[in-house]
T-cell receptor, first 116, second 109 residues
């Protein structure tokens, strides 16, 4: 099973709302990732969790707050977002944190976020 | 950092045609993956191919690491092949996967 599950599939939120995106994998992977993708652009890395610890934050604004409660779950808490934050948010996982030889990254279906 | 260039940027095919998508990268890599992003946004793994040749049904891929390029071949294309094809590489410095800009493929019935 090479599945990364994301919920919700679609989310519309106001700029004063607080919401969360959730991601789950049961492949025993020890690295999990959040990517952001705008229309007609490639995915951009936001955060990397390695063995449940935040290892990379690509200078993401604090209105995005990641959380890794355990090795299977990854959350992205959203607060006071701006309309320009509307995008597809992709979760991914890999067996090991470093994408070295033989270590494939798997993506979820994504969560489409619209900020109004 | 490493540069990843994909060509052509857009490709329109008639159903049944064959195509070759190219990915050039500017430095040596130890991880290269091809993805297909369908119209619903899902990024689907096609190949993990840092070197050599692999085949999966109508799709095959070849990476010549010494010359820093990879090719994705699609034979007998189908409308379901439409979408964006991304090449992504990793150089080993950290967990950051660098994507190309993607190739948008449209297969017409």
């Amino acid at each position: 099973d090479t599945e990364v599950t994301q919920t919700p599939k679609h989310l519309v939120m106001g700029m004063t709302n607080k919401k969360s995106l959730k991601c789950e994998q049961h492949m025993g992977h020890r690295a999990m990732y959040w990517y952001k993708q705008k229309a007609k652009k490639p995915p951009e890395l936001m955060f990397v969790y390695s063995y449940e610890k935040l290892s990379i934050n690509e200078s993401v604004p604090s209105r995005f707050s990641p959380e890794c409660p355990n090795s299977s779950l990854l959350n992205l808490h959203l607060h006071a977002l701006q309309p320009e934050d509307s995008a597809l948010y992709l979760c991914a996982s890999s067996l090991l944190p470093f994408l070295s030889s033989g270590n494939t990254i798997y993506f979820g279906e994504g969560s489409w976020l619209t900020v109004v | 950092g490493i540069q990843v260039e994909q060509s052509p940027p857009d490709l329109i095919l008639q159903e049944g045609a064959n195509s070759t998508l190219r990915c050039n990268f500017s430095d040596s890599v130890n991880n290269l993956q091809w993805f297909h992003q369908n119209p619903w946004g899902q990024l689907i793994n096609l190949f993990y191919i840092p070197s050599g040749t692999k085949q999966n049904g109508r799709l095959s891929a070849t990476t010549v690491a010494t010359e820093r390029y990879s090719l994705l071949y699609i034979s007998s294309s189908q409308t379901t092949d439409s979408g964006v094809y991304f090449c992504a590489v990793f150089t080993g410095a950290n967990s950051k996967l660098t994507f190309g800009k993607g190739i948008t493929l449209s297969v017409r019935p």
